[in-house]
C-alpha cells in the first residue's frame, strides 16, 4: 500500500509541474500575443504613409511652386462628422469644389461649441480615394493642431490646399473627410 500512495504522489508531482510548465507557456503566448499587437499600430501607420492606403494625409503644411493644370478639372467633395462627446456642429460652408491641379484653393469650415463649456476638438482627416491622399497637399489647416471653443463660439476655420499636377489622370472626384474628436475637456 505503502508504495500506491508514493506513486499517486508522485504523478501528483507530474501533474503539477506541468501544469505550471503549461501555465509559464501560455502567459507567453499571450505576452507575445500583445507585444505583437501593439506593434502593428505604428507598423500599419508606416504602410499607409508610404503607399497612400487608408486615405490619411501628413499633418504638415506643403507649398510648392508648380504649374496649373487648366486642361483638367477635379471635383473635391468635403464631408464632416463630429465624434460622441464633443459637443460641437461642424460643416463645411460649401459642399464642394471644382479645382484645377496645381491651383490653390481655399475653403471655409464652420464649427459651433453648443455646450455651455469650453471645448477643444482635435480634426482627423481622409481622402478617398485612398491614392489620391498623397496628392492633396494642405497648405493651412485647422487639422494641423487643436481647435478650442468657448461655450456657444462659433469659429469659421479656412482650409488652404491643392491636388498636384502629378494626380492620376482617371481621378475626377476626390474626397475631404474630417472627423472631429474631443481632444481636452478644460473646465471654466
Not at 85 to 98: A, D
Amino acid at each position: 500500500m505503502e508504495s500506491v500512495n508514493v506513486e499517486s504522489a508522485t504523478n501528483e508531482e507530474r501533474r503539477g509541474h506541468a501544469n505550471r510548465k503549461l501555465g509559464f507557456k501560455l502567459l507567453w503566448i499571450v505576452a507575445g500575443s500583445l507585444l505583437f499587437a501593439a506593434s502593428l499600430v505604428p507598423l500599419y501607420d508606416v504602410l499607409c504613409k508610404i503607399t497612400g492606403l487608408n486615405g490619411k494625409t501628413d499633418g504638415s503644411a506643403t507649398v510648392a511652386e508648380m504649374a496649373v493644370d487648366e486642361s483638367r478639372s477635379v471635383k473635391v467633395e468635403f464631408t464632416t462628422s463630429v465624434m460622441p462627446g464633443l459637443g460641437w456642429n461642424f460643416y463645411p460652408k460649401q459642399p464642394s469644389v471644382i479645382v484645377h491641379p496645381g491651383k490653390i484653393e481655399t475653403v471655409v469650415f464652420e464649427a459651433k461649441n453648443i455646450t455651455n463649456e469650453i471645448v477643444t476638438g482635435q480634426a482627423v482627416p481622409s481622402v478617398s480615394p485612398g491614392q489620391a491622399s498623397v496628392h492633396l497637399k494642405k497648405i493651412e489647416c485647422f487639422c494641423f493642431q487643436n481647435q478650442a471653443l468657448n461655450p456657444g463660439q462659433t469659429k469659421e476655420m479656412p482650409l488652404r490646399f491643392y491636388l498636384s499636377p502629378d494626380l492620376p489622370a482617371d481621378i475626377k472626384v476626390v474626397t475631404l473627410s474630417y472627423a472631429f474628436f474631443n481632444a481636452v475637456k478644460t473646465e471654466k
